[in-house]
């Protein structure tokens, strides 16, 4: 007379085989968020960058630029013209820049040209844009025929003087903190050869 023992014993162990072997095959489903999508020729969109501080202050202020170049080319006549070329040539000036500096770090570009420091080029860039706006609106605000194009092209400036403010105040603390990490590097190294040196010294035997 046959019982059912060992058929489940049998079944008990293989299912125990089988939940071990999926613990650890290697082909696991996995739940961390991509946050890079490649595009072409190895070129990557780094979507963590669009939705840094960085990111999302770049984007604001590649619209206001565009929104107030556009705002002062609607102008058809002006007399004086010296405060409209200004902002015109600062808002378009803006616009490219940043709007370059935009696609390459969102497209990790500035990783494969390692010998330019991007983080002082960002510095630079929003620290002159921040003047040359505040100076340019500032001169279209008392220098205009308020029209309705210069009006809006003189509210659009201030607010992304605003913006560049306070990405100049962002940048320059990442820079500092940048600093600061590469002055402790380096004195970290120093400290280990130093270090290294010295036990090298006190290993060698007397020659005396």
């Known amino acids: 007379m046959r019982t059912t023992e060992e058929p489940e014993g049998f079944d008990g162990e293989a299912s125990n085989t089988s939940m071990i072997s999926g613990a650890s095959s290697p082909y696991q489903p996995t739940t961390e968020p991509v946050h890079a999508r490649t595009l072409w020729g190895g070129v990557r969109c780094d979507g ?11 984007v604001v202020e590649v619209i206001l ?5 556009v705002c002062i080319e609607t102008i058809m006549m002006c007399s004086p013209c010296g405060g ?16 370059v500096l935009l696609v390459i770090f969102s497209l990790n570009l500035h990783t494969k040209v390692a010998h330019v420091n991007w983080s002082l080029t960002d510095l630079v ?5 921040t003047f040359f706006f505040l100076l340019s609106s500032l001169v279209l605000a008392f220098i205009n025929h308020k029209t309705a194009a210069e009006i809006a092209a003189v509210i659009f400036g201030f ?50």
Do not use: M
């Not at 409209?84 to 709007?99: D, L």
């Not at 860039?125 to 844009?129: F, I, K, Q």
């Not at 990442?174 to 990490?181: E, H, K, P, S, V």
């Open 48 to 58: 963590k960058y669009l939705k840094s501080h960085f990111g999302i202050l770049k």
């Open 65 to 69: 630029s565009l929104i107030g170049f």
């Open 84 to 99: 409209v070329y200004f902002f015109e040539f600062v808002s378009c000036s803006a616009f490219v820049v940043t709007g």
């Open 125 to 129: 860039n929003t620290a002159a844009s």
């Open 159 to 208: 607010l992304v003087t605003g913006v560049y403010a306070v990405n100049t105040f962002l940048a320059v603390r990442r820079w500092r903190l940048a600093g600061g990490r590469q002055g402790s590097g380096q004195a970290s190294e120093y400290t280990r050869a130093r270090t290294a040196s010295r036990g090298e010294v006190e290993a060698r035997p007397d020659l005396a």
